[in-house]
């Protein structure tokens, strides 16, 4: 990979990380509504795994979606502007957090129904199988979202029917307050998709060189027209959603994750290899802010959608 | 005009679109090599082969949202669930995925499947196999929810449920598939959300669709042997609701029947009732009835399970009681 590659990596990471803390500030002003889901903590994953995709590549994920949006190239503008509802965000303000996407990036969207978007994925592989392409579809869910019979089903599916699909679980150690082993009978969920005879890795997803390894591997196999099953460890380093009162976990252990901060582990990768000094990430860090900004300041100027908008969209005519 | 039943019409509109469009393909449990459960798809695996008709694991939630996914990338699926009981399974694909993709991603994507399924009791399947519960599913802004009643229609609503792009739940009748009627040579369309008159008559409006259309073009029959003459409205598509033909009707004869296969309650006759309420409340010359099956789950015993579903008879005593 080169240093252009990488340093793009780590604008993408902080710029999520960026974009995250300055929805949440947005949020406690009333500026955004519903639910938010932060990605903090988990951006190597998604940074990763859609660094090894090709355009063509689908993608599609959960309602903790910035994150992944952004990785797929959506814009700060656009993701900000969704986010205070406004005409100009990418699902023109009729989505909200919880439903971001850009077709023309391959990027279908993220979906607010635990599990639901599994079988989504098997259709949209299921195309691509139908007209022969080796186009692959990245799915990323949850660890809670392995015990709906969603993922069995899909996971079941996409096995028997040969599917070209990439599922992605994002384990984060927590669907909501209930962790893994509380939930799950298998917590080592990896072993999951044992049950439907799919291969499978986990992966560190808090090294982002690390997954975009993992999926360069992955997709390999997948494009070869089988499904394949990536676990990535990672944690999320706030609340489920705005205003979760954390009862369910210790400061102590967010501390010793939040030691492992993938953006620090990434600056301190690339400074170490010498592949940018100080200097030239500060610069990246500052770009990203700017953006951000740019972004907050293009989202509160934009105009609101009509309400003529929210009955065209009922139905296509 | 060739006379066939409404399994060959479906079946024909099928094949027809299946042949006209690359993008049609079919999934569903049992579609292919046993041919449909109830034999609508014969023939189909050997002709356009197993891409083309997909047979599913049991899974009603990925049978769903796999089409959903599929059409969503440019496929036109044709889903079948085996029968309308067990897309309770698959209610969330549908409810939420499938009616709201559109709206909530503004614009951007397009979902044009269908979703066949079978609905409707009358065949002692007992309680969980024998519901008619369309108007769960016709509550859903976003779904298109049609329901044929005459192998015509069966043909030419199909045919445009394949090529309209948004999701469609295309109901059939278990009891109808033998039925049969007059279906022209050829192509041809039915359009999607528009009610249409099968009986003319000056008397009564009787508004109705899928099973109990039959039913109640049978009623009309003997009432005509009284000299009654019942107009028949048959709403085909439950959503969107086409009430032009209804209220016309009605205000031509000032009295209205409704019939319907499901329950009384919150259901098709009292939406129907409703809006003739609130749009000709002025010609109005007597309360509106409505026939439907009784409040129960169905019982498997032959005669009890008649008794609880809307007869001929209900019907004529119905109108009878307006005018
Ligand atoms: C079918 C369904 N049940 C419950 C919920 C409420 N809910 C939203 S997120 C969530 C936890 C999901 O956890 P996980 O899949 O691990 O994703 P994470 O939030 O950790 O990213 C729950 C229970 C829902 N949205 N959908
Ligand atoms: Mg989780």
Not at chain 1, 301 to 309: G, L, M
């Amino acid at each position: 990979m080169d240093r252009q590659e990488l340093i793009r990596l780590y604008y993408q990471m902080v710029l999520i990380r960026r974009l995250e803390e300055r929805s949440a500030e947005l949020y406690q002003q009333d500026k955004i509504g519903g639910f938010l889901h932060l990605y903090i903590g988990q951006e190597a994953v998604g940074v990763g795994v859609v660094s090894a995709r090709r355009p063509q590549d689908h993608v599609i994920t959960a309602y903790r979606d910035h994150g992944i949006a952004i990785a797929c190239g959506l814009t700060a503008e656009e993701v900000i502007a969704e986010l205070l509802g406004k005409e100009t965000g990418c699902s023109k303000g009729m989505g909200g957090s919880m439903h971001l996407a850009d077709v023309d990036k391959r990027f279908w969207g993220g979906y607010a129904i635990v599990g639901g978007h599994l079988p989504l994925a098997t259709g949209l592989a299921l195309a691509e199988k139908y007209r022969g392409t080796d186009t692959a579809t990245i799915c990323f869910f949850g660890d809670g979202s392995t015990n709906i019979g969603y993922f069995h089903e899909a996971l079941n599916l996409s096995k028997v029917w040969d599917l070209a699909v990439l599922w992605v679980c994002e384990n984060n150690q927590y669907g909501m307050g209930t962790a893994v082993e509380r939930a799950s009978a298998v917590s080592e969920i990896r072993r999951k998709a044992e049950g439907y005879g799919m291969a499978n890795a986990q992966v560190d997803g808090m090294d982002v060189l690390a997954v975009r390894q993992a999926t360069l591997e992955a997709l390999e196999r997948v494009r070869q027209g089988e499904p394949f099953f990536l676990e990535a460890m990672t944690y999320r380093f706030r609340g489920h959603s705005m205003g979760d009162p954390e009862r369910y976990r210790t400061g102590e252990e967010v501390r010793k994750w939040q030691e492992g901060d993938p953006i620090g582990r990434f600056y301190d990768h690339l400074l170490k290899e010498k592949i940018a000094d100080q200097a030239a990430l500060e610069a990246e860090e500052a770009r990203a802010e700017k953006e951000v900004e740019q972004a907050v300041r293009f989202a509160e100027a934009s105009p609101d959608p009509s309400p003529e908008q929210v009955y065209d969209l009922v139905y296509v005519k | 005009m060739a006379i066939i039943t409404m399994r060959q019409a479906i079946s024909q509109a099928l094949w027809e679109e299946m042949d006209r469009d690359e993008r049609v393909i079919i999934l569903g449990e049992e579609v292919g090599l046993w041919g449909g459960t109830y034999a609508v798809t014969k023939g189909f695996y050997d002709h356009f082969g197993p891409e083309r008709v997909r047979d599913t694991p049991i899974a009603e939630g990925v049978i769903a949202g796999a089409a959903n996914g599929a059409a969503m990338a440019g496929l036109r699926p044709v889903a079948e669930i085996m029968t309308i009981n067990f897309a309770f399974l698959a209610m969330d694909q549908i409810v939420n995925h499938s009616a709201k993709i559109h709206s909530m991603f503004g614009g951007q994507i397009k979902v044009p499947l269908v979703i066949r399924t079978v609905g409707g009791g009358g065949r002692q399947l007992g309680s969980t196999h024998s519901q008619t519960p369309d108007v769960v599913f016709a509550h859903f802004p976003g779904l298109k929810v049609v329901a044929p009643g005459t192998p015509h229609d069966a043909k030419g609503l199909l045919k445009a449920a394949i090529r309209d792009e948004n999701p469609v739940l295309f109901i059939e009748h278990a009891t109808l598939y033998q039925t049969r009627g007059e279906v022209p040579e050829g192509e041809y369309l039915e359009p999607i959300g528009v009610s249409k008159v099968q009986r003319s008559g000056r008397d009564v409006t009787i508004v109705s669709y899928s099973k109990m259309l039959q039913v109640s073009l049978q009623a009309a029959e003997q009432l005509a042997a009284e000299g009654i003459e019942a107009e028949v409205v048959d709403l085909r598509t439950l959503r969107p609701l086409d009430m032009g033909p209804v209220l016309q009707s009605f205000r031509k004869t000032n009295r209205a029947v409704i019939v319907e296969g499901g329950w009384r309650s919150f259901g098709v006759g009292a939406e129907v009732a409703a809006r003739i309420y609130e749009e000709a409340f002025d010609h109005v010359d007597a309360p509106i009835r409505r026939v439907a099956q009784q409040e129960v789950p169905l019982p498997y015993n032959r005669e009890l399970e008649q008794m609880m579903l809307p007869q001929i008879e209900d019907v004529i005593r119905a109108v009878k009681e307006v005018l």
